[in-house]
């Protein structure tokens, strides 16, 4: 499988919240596949409006979930708990990581230095990244497959 990831490095997530809203230096983003909408749509029973709105220019991303009011957090976020963890948005999945191509077209991943679980907890090894490398291929090859059927 050929990607780059960063060699050596150590993880463990310390449940700061931070990456589940906006900061004092950054306004957060938080996109959604088709099917991540899908999938906790179904898991909190409430239309996808609820907790989303359409959005364009980010590829297969199609919608961005909404934010409290105080704070600019997640909707889904309880204090430092998310209540949708385990239907949560691939970009949460992902994230202290992202998956970018390179101009030789190699994907690799990149970590934010502003996550302080970031050189704590276990070193990851290469299967960790295989695992999010093989979902994200996944997904998004749903999300492209969805996306045709719309535009069908």
């Known amino acids: 499988m050929g990607f780059g990831y960063p060699e050596g490095l150590r993880f463990e997530c310390v449940r700061c919240a931070l990456c589940c809203g906006d900061t004092r230096s950054r306004k957060r983003c938080i996109l959604l596949l088709q099917e991540d909408a899908r999938s906790i749509s179904e898991a909190v029973f409430k239309p996808i409006e609820a907790f989303a709105t359409k959005t364009r220019g980010h590829g297969l991303y199609v919608y961005k979930m909404r934010k409290t009011r105080e ?38 991943f990149f970590c934010t230095g502003e996550c302080p679980g970031v050189k704590r907890g276990r070193r990851l090894e290469r299967e960790y990244f295989e695992d999010l490398f093989n979902l994200a291929c996944e997904q998004l090859a749903d999300g492209r497959r969805s996306l045709k059927r719309r535009l069908s």
């Open 71 to 108: 704070g600019g957090k997640c909707v889904f976020l309880e204090g430092t708990d998310c209540s949708i963890y385990p239907k949560r948005p691939l970009v949460c999945r992902f994230y202290p990581f992202e998956l970018v191509t390179q101009k030789d077209r190699k994907p690799s």
